[in-house]
């Protein structure tokens, strides 16, 4: 196996339309080369004058995938890491803003040396310097990039521009340009069509790029016909020309990008030989149980604020995919929109009818807390397996104190500054915080685990790490009161002064956990929480014949007092 000297640089690029899976594809390709025996990394490159996407909303943005050293990063990170079970870091995501940002701060700074400071050279610099930055750092045969966006954002072309630059600098078979483009399927005419991507590749032509290999997605599979056509109008060989059609779970990807031969065409032309076949077998068999499960399935409510758009709880949802194999049973999510809950009409028997297990999602903000905390009633009062994450925690502690431990407007200071029971405050080292971008504790923190626990059942170990995102924690004065009502604090930070785990001791499966275990599920390492809760759920889903107690159909809160 004969190593290259250089790193050698992958783009992505995408055309005709956005969400077609430029990440999906990232993530594939790295993993089939990994496979080979490569050092591979991959990286995303945002156009969006954002800092980093903490402080956006998920409505517009998704979830914000957070690294083991604190950064706040975009959401196909989450698949970058779940494919190639490879950590990424704060140099994995790179902004236009804080491209930009970078490059006012050195003309403040003098650095330019009182030159005219232009998106040539200055910025175009600045990227290609992070791209170095980034090569250097690892110990690295391929480096995948991926520019989100779309062929035509003008916001994207100095990524673009970045890219042409490099690709001539450093010469043939050390940068290739995979553009991801869409064929679609034109049902009334029984056709898939080729224009579009003719016209995507022109687009890119344009700025001064031919890319190397197309990768066309379609709800059907591109015959030869079609590939020839393509490679005809987008001076491409035929085989140069790959075929992603539409399969049941993302996780068939790689399986259908190595039967196109993607990574042997990449492989010929990065000029890499010698590396060994791909050995796949656990990735089909992992493919097998999501698609095929053996014991059947279980249905988890995930109730949230922003359950409108699901790529908010993308790596939630990618989590139960991992515990419903390692469970051999299909996990079926039911979004629950958590302010539904607050409404008099609402009825928990109706809405949670075939429902396994109750997983209060994270967030910010008011929105929709009274309807988490009616969900974290119903569950607990109900024996129906919960897990909370983060938010899902707080509100589990503020139910607990209101409903158990005799304090009837227990609450966070977040939501109401004056609350005489506040069981959730603001950390101490952020009360002199005044930025919020990038200013939460952020990160992966170490939690020691409490033997005898359901926490400790799952995980087998006294010591984990976990990644975290929060500025509000359980506030210790409460702690003895919910300990002598039958709170377990099952894991906390080393020192015993920050909760990270509580759970319940008569209750089949109740535990919340401050940090985000979803950020660290994998495909052949699925998290202990998630498998230990979806097999809580498997066994609720057993016995639930005999339940037959109902809760009323609305819940009444106290209403909220203040000193």
Request: a neutral charge; aromatic letters at 8%.
């Amino acid at each position: 196996m004969a190593r290259p000297k250089n790193v050698k640089y992958i783009f992505v690029t995408g055309g005709v339309i956005s969400s077609l899976g430029k990440g999906i594809l990232s993530a594939s390709l790295g993993m089939l080369l990994k496979s080979r025996g490569l050092r591979v990394a991959i990286q995303k490159y945002d156009p969006y004058i954002n800092v980093d996407p903490g402080t956006m909303s998920p409505y517009q943005h998704g979830e914000v995938y957070v690294t083991d050293d604190g950064a706040e990063t975009d959401l196909d990170l989450g698949h970058y890491e779940r494919f190639l079970d490879e950590s990424t870091s704060q140099t994995s995501n790179l902004t236009m803003g804080r491209v930009y940002k970078s490059v006012i701060d050195k003309e403040r700074n003098g650095d330019y040396l009182g030159a005219t400071v232009q998106v040539v050279p200055h910025v175009i610099d600045e990227i290609k310097d992070r791209m170095a930055e980034q090569a250097k750092n690892g110990n690295l045969d391929v480096l995948i990039t991926e520019i989100g966006g779309t062929i035509g954002d003008i916001e994207s072309l100095p990524f673009l521009e970045a890219m042409r630059q490099m690709k001539l600098e450093m010469g043939d078979g050390n940068l290739v340009n995979i553009h991801l483009t869409f064929v679609p399927y034109i049902k009334a005419a029984s056709e898939l069509k080729t224009k579009p991507t003719q016209h995507s590749v022109k687009m890119l032509l344009g700025v001064g790029i031919q890319p190397d290999i197309l990768v066309c997605r379609s709800e059907k599979q591109l015959s030869l016909e079609i590939k020839n056509k393509v490679g005809h109008f987008c001076n491409l060989n035929e085989q140069d020309v790959i075929g992603l059609s539409d399969c049941e779970t993302i996780y068939e990807v790689p399986l259908m990008l190595l039967q196109e031969k993607l990574d042997l065409r990449v492989l010929k032309k990065l000029g890499l030989k010698g590396f060994k076949a791909p050995a796949l077998d656990y990735w089909q068999e992992f493919c097998n149980k999501v698609k095929y499960p053996k014991d059947g399935e279980v249905t988890i409510g995930i109730c949230g604020k922003y359950t409108e758009y699901p790529d908010a709880y993308k790596s939630i949802i990618e989590s139960f995919i991992h515990a419903g194999a390692s469970n051999n049973v299909k996990v079926n999510v039911r979004l629950l929109r958590a302010e539904d809950a607050e409404l008099e009409t609402f009825s928990f028997a109706k809405e949670l009818n075939g429902v396994h297990g109750i997983l209060v999602a994270p967030g910010f903000g008011d929105r929709g807390i009274e309807g988490k905390i009616r969900y974290i009633q119903y569950a607990r009062e109900q024996n129906i397996p919960f897990l909370g994450i983060c938010l899902g925690m707080q509100c589990a502690t503020i139910e607990f104190g209101r409903n158990v431990c005799g304090m009837p407007d227990a609450n966070s200071t977040e939501f109401n500054k004056r609350a005489r029971f506040s069981v959730i405050d603001l950390m101490e080292h952020q009360k002199k915080v005044k930025e919020k971008g990038g200013s939460m504790r952020l990160g992966s923190y170490p939690c020691i685990i409490t033997e005898g626990s359901k926490a400790h059942a799952v995980y087998q170990k006294f010591l984990v790490n976990e990644r975290h995102r929060h500025r509000y924690e359980f506030n210790n004065d409460y702690r003895k009161n919910f300990e002598e009502n039958g709170m377990i604090f099952s894991g906390t930070s080393p020192n015993g002064e920050l909760v990270e785990i509580v759970e319940l001791k008569n209750h089949r499966w109740f535990v919340a956990v401050q940090f985000h275990p979803e950020l660290k599920s994998r495909v052949q390492k699925v998290h202990p929480l998630f498998h230990g809760f979806v097999a809580a759920a498997k066994d609720f889903l057993c016995s639930e014949r005999d339940m037959s107690v109902e809760m009323p159909s609305f819940i009444p809160v106290s209403p909220q007092t203040t000193p």
